[in-house]
């Protein structure tokens, strides 16, 4: 197998080259074809905030898919702050402030697995914390913020 024919199969990833040309519109058959996506990846993406216009078949405007494209690849390089937790399920990011909070002591030096039940998939998103972060989640929940965390 030439090595040409070895990329053509790998997976694409968040930072894939291919660009739709903008004033472009495009089914999708065409969005499928374009980034070697899954039915499925593509009603996911849609679900995600990915726009379109109702029409029969449903078309992409090539401007609205890179700008999807463009957000998506800047979110997924943004840190998590100090208070969020991942989750693999749903791709999202979780608030360790509220929800559902389970504890589990990993290390005797003070490192703990906070996990968080997503309220999307019902799935466990975890994240290691020290213990001084422990405390600061733990006031942070007394008080009640909301939905939204200090970060």
Same mark, same amino acid.
């Given at each position: 197998?030439?090595?040409?024919?070895?990329?053509?199969?790998?997976?694409?990833?968040? @930072? %894939?080259?291919?660009?739709?040309?903008?004033?472009?519109?495009?089914?999708?058959?065409?969005? !499928?074809?374009?980034?070697?996506?899954?039915?499925?990846?593509?009603?996911?993406?849609? %679900?995600?905030?990915?726009?379109? !216009?109702?029409?029969?078949?449903?078309?992409?405007?090539?401007?609205?898919?890179?700008?999807?494209?463009?957000?998506?690849?800047?979110?997924?390089? @943004?840190?998590?702050?100090?208070?969020?937790? %991942? +989750?693999?399920? +749903?791709?999202?990011?979780?608030?360790?402030?509220?929800?559902?909070?389970? !504890?589990?002591?990993?290390?005797?030096?003070?490192?703990?697995?906070?996990?968080? !039940? +997503?309220? @999307?998939?019902?799935?466990?998103?975890?994240?290691?914390?020290?213990?001084?972060?422990?405390?600061?989640?733990?006031?942070?929940?007394?008080?009640?913020?909301? %939905?939204?965390?200090?970060?």
């Amino acid at each position: 197998m030439t090595n040409s024919a070895t990329s053509r199969n790998k997976r694409r990833n968040l @930072q %894939s080259p291919r660009l739709a040309s903008a004033n472009m519109l495009y089914s999708s058959e065409d969005v !499928i074809k374009l980034y070697e996506i899954s039915r499925n990846t593509l009603t996911n993406w849609i %679900s995600d905030g990915l726009q379109f !216009i109702a029409a029969e078949p449903r078309l992409f405007l090539g401007a609205c898919l890179n700008e999807y494209h463009r957000q998506r690849r800047h979110k997924a390089s @943004q840190p998590l702050g100090h208070f969020e937790t %991942s +989750c693999y399920a +749903c791709k999202q990011r979780h608030s360790l402030i509220e929800g559902q909070l389970f !504890i589990t002591p990993v290390r005797t030096d003070g490192l703990f697995k906070a996990t968080r !039940i +997503c309220p @999307q998939t019902g799935k466990h998103a975890n994240r290691y914390v020290t213990g001084e972060q422990l405390d600061e989640i733990y006031s942070l929940r007394q008080s009640n913020p909301g %939905s939204q965390t200090p970060d």
